[in-house]
């Protein structure tokens, strides 16, 4: 393809330099945006009158031809042009003659390539949003299902107390809450126009920024035209988004894996949603768990790549910000990626009730039951602790656990033991005396879900 800026120069450039030089190959996904970007240009420099009426009815004719022929396959993007917006102006101007070429009059690629990030992210964030909020239904779906299912909480991967798995599950929730929250402040910040700013220092065209910015759906211009074309800010924001939604959906992930191993068998995974082994039999695998773990890696290297790219160029547009793109697609491409996998992979896995209660039994994790059994009969705290810790190490010593205890080896530790100890440590007790606002108790349970669906009508709003 001929360069448009060919007149300052006697040669044509180098093939190598060409195909180093040219970004279509990733930025050709951003054609509709950048057609919608022009439209509303060039209507508005019909409207100031910098242009011809007539040539605005062309240019948006010849631009809305181009979109259909894009989307239908009839035209094919030329791997040798140097951008999505330099394809488009002459792909126009082959078919309309001069009016396309007054198509970037009062404009750069320096504002246009900033606008159409930023229609394709706000576009692109609010598809992996609406993918986050199935997610998140499906996970208030599974914990409505097992507000009782009791299961061991763990610190240090230790057995520590009990939860239900609708608690544990809701944890998740509310940390996605949060990651479509901050998606969405992004894009709230991201929501100023660009266009307008021109390679960096504006116009002597006397064009009307307002008009662009509300024809494409921003609150306002952005302020600062060197800004405008210098800043991916809104790219590193909603990549450090999505890397922070990657390591959420990845501490689910590795949990899965543990729970899909034999020293768990918390949860059996659907065969449509395991892999196996191509040489052992027996192995059946959570690879998309593995996977969303390994991909998170790959988003917070995107997220550093943007940081990077970023930190030592002066203003106002360098080349170097052409790496934006690549990176901030591979991110959103891949976030999306794992949400879409785990959500079904998720809805369709079978929870083993028995072993999580059966895992829930051992460990001890109705010892601070036990000590706070003491502090309500009117001992302190710490003597409470200390006396439940020897009878923990009786139980080791003996291989036994509180519940099979002799009541004389409990009273022979503290003469306040009675025969109500049982009871009081009991799992279905630990769990349901866990009323407090936030805790495990089906209650509370039921408090938190209730809420959790409101803040998830909430983002959808
Ligand atoms: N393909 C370029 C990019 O992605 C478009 C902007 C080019 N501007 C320039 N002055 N060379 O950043």
């Known amino acids: 393809m001929p360069k448009m800026w060919a007149g300052r120069f006697s040669k044509e450039v180098d093939e190598t330099v060409n195909a180093f030089n040219s970004s279509i190959a990733f ?18 420099l019909g409207d100031c009158g910098i242009i011809p009426k007539s040539d605005v009815a062309a240019i948006l004719e010849g631009l809305n031809g181009i979109l259909s022929d894009l989307q239908s396959g009839a035209l094919h ?26 198509l970037h009059t009062a404009r750069s690629r320096n504002d246009q390539v900033a606008l159409d990030i930023r229609l394709y992210l706000r576009d692109a964030v609010s598809e992996l949003r609406e993918q986050l909020h199935k997610l998140l239904h499906t996970l208030i779906a599974i914990a409505e299902q097992h507000t009782e299912t009791i299961m061991p909480g763990y610190t240090h991967l230790q057995r520590a107390q009990p939860v239900t798995l609708a608690h544990h599950v809701m944890a998740y929730v509310w940390m996605l809450i949060r990651d479509s929250d901050r998606l969405q402040d992004a ?18 065209y006397p064009i009307n920024r ?15 035209s060197l800004d405008a074309v210098s800043d991916r800010d809104f790219c590193v924001e909603i990549a450090s988004a999505l890397s922070l939604l990657m390591v959420h959906l990845s501490r689910f ?38 996977l969303i773990r390994g991909k998170t890696g790959r988003v917070i290297g995107d997220l550093n790549t943007l940081l990077t790219m970023l930190k030592g160029i002066p203003l106002a547009y360098n080349k170097d ?4 793109k690549e990176t901030i697609f591979d991110a959103i491409d891949q976030a999306m990626l794992c949400i879409k996998t785990f959500d079904p992979m998720l809805a369709t896995m079978r929870v083993n009730k028995a072993n999580m209660r059966a895992a829930a039994a051992k460990g001890f994790i109705n ?92 983002l959808i709003r």
């Not at 930025?27 to 508005?44: L, N, V």
């Not at 910000?321 to 934006?324: A, I, L």
């Not at 036990?370 to 003996?398: H, M, N, S, W």
């Open 27 to 44: 930025d050709g996904r951003m054609y509709e945006q950048d057609i919608r970007g022009s439209i509303a240009h060039a209507t508005m």
């Open 77 to 102: 993007m030329d791997p040798t042009a140097e951008d999505i917006h330099m394809f488009v102006e002459a792909e126009l101007t082959k078919r309309i003659g001069d009016a396309g070429k007054r």
């Open 187 to 204: 894009v709230r910040r991201m929501n100023l126009c660009p266009l307008g700013a021109g390679a960096l220092a504006g116009t002597t």
């Open 210 to 224: 307002q008009q662009t910015a509300a024809a494409l759906a921003f609150d306002a211009p952005v302020p600062n």
């Open 253 to 290: 992930s590795e949990e899965i894996i543990l729970w899909c191993s034999w020293e768990f068998k918390f949860i059996e995974l659907d065969d449509a949603y395991a892999t196996g082994s191509s040489i052992m039999p027996q192995k059946k695998n959570p690879d998309v768990t593995e």
């Open 321 to 324: 910000m052409q790496e934006d």
């Open 367 to 458: 010892a601070t039951d036990c000590a706070d059994y003491l502090v309500k009969k009117g001992l302190p705290f710490r003597d409470a602790y200390k006396i439940t810790g020897g009878l923990v190490a009786k139980c080791i010593e003996q291989n036994l656990t509180l519940e099979t205890l002799p009541i004389e080896t409990y009273q022979a530790a503290s003469p306040v033991f009675a025969e109500d100890v049982y009871q009081a440590i009991a799992l279905e007790t630990c769990l349901r005396g866990r009323i407090s606002e936030g805790g495990p108790s089906p209650d509370a349970v039921a408090v938190q879900i209730a809420r959790a669906k409101a803040a998830v009508e909430e």
